[in-house]
């Protein structure tokens, strides 16, 4: 079974810097992209930043510029540096993964999964 394990969430003041952690376990075939995602209390979970397969990488406006997303495959981890935060930017942290799995010879399947989120509280 595959899971994600995230780390690295945490208090930090305005202006500070964070980096999240991602780590995918299990039996993966292939990775199609691996995301970072975002809830705020009240708010609908959004995109914050992509990287697909390519390495190329996606990011919501709100954040270009203060976060990269970057993976290393070997480990199949994905990171989030996250710098000059601001307090909107607290929110629930979760990462996501889209790939593909082989459940038995020459049979493949889609596979989505989500982390267990990491909280990030920017606050003075």
């Known amino acids: 079974q595959v899971q994600l394990v995230e780390s690295g969430g945490g208090l930090v003041q305005p202006g500070g810097s964070l980096r999240l952690s991602c780590a995918a376990s299990?039996?993966?075939?292939?990775?199609?992209?691996m995301d970072w995602y975002r809830q705020a209390p009240g708010k609908e979970r959004e995109l914050v930043a992509g990287?697909?397969?390519?390495?190329?990488?996606n990011y919501a406006d709100s954040v270009k510029g203060r976060f990269t997303i970057s993976r290393d495959n070997a480990k199949n981890t994905v990171y989030l540096q996250m710098n000059s935060l601001k307090p909107e930017d607290t929110a629930v942290y979760y990462c996501h993964l889209k790939g593909v799995v082989r459940i038995a010879t020459l049979t493949y399947s889609a596979l989505e999964v989500w982390g267990q989120g990491t909280l990030v509280t920017v606050s003075s």
């Open positions: 299990g039996s993966i075939f292939s990775i199609n992209a």
């Open positions: 990287i697909i397969s390519s390495g190329n990488t």
